[in-house]
């Protein structure tokens, strides 16, 4: 992985996380309509880099957003290069690259089952 202190850089060939970041991205664009549809396509390409200028400071009250938006691709790599307006926009592109276990997802989603299976024996059981 490349460190730079002035760049963000992704790499990934995972398709869902390279669908996950051009969507966020575009939805955080605002240059001229630099990520067309077609390019947010899943399993349209093979490999994603993604390089971000970092913010020199963060002004006051600014939207985290991406500017400068600019797309090439070599084969099947698709190349992103902008500038974010803050660090946020950063940390949230992480988020989205590394997804996090929820617990609260799974206590939830279990209960749910738990309560599904325990009222469909209860309703089925002939003497109640």
Known sequence: MLQDPDR???TTGDP???????????ARDRS???????????DRWEKMILELRRPKEAAAGAAPEVTNIRT??????LVVTGDATAPEILD???????????????T?????????????????????
């Not at 869902?16 to 575009?26: A, E, K």
């Not at 939830?108 to 109640?128: H, K």
């Open 92 to 106: 949230e592109i992480d988020a989205l690259r590394h997804p996090q276990f929820s617990f609260r997802w799974l």
């Open 108 to 128: 939830s989603g279990l209960l749910a089952f738990g309560r599904t299976v325990f009222c469909s024996l209860w309703l089925a059981d002939p003497q109640n």
């Open 32 to 42: 001229e309509g630099a990520l067309a549809p077609e390019t947010i396509e899943k």
């Open 16 to 26: 869902t996380v390279m669908q996950n970041v051009l969507s966020f991205v575009s």
């Open 72 to 77: 090439s691709h070599i084969g099947r790599v």
């Open 8 to 10: 963000y850089f992704l």
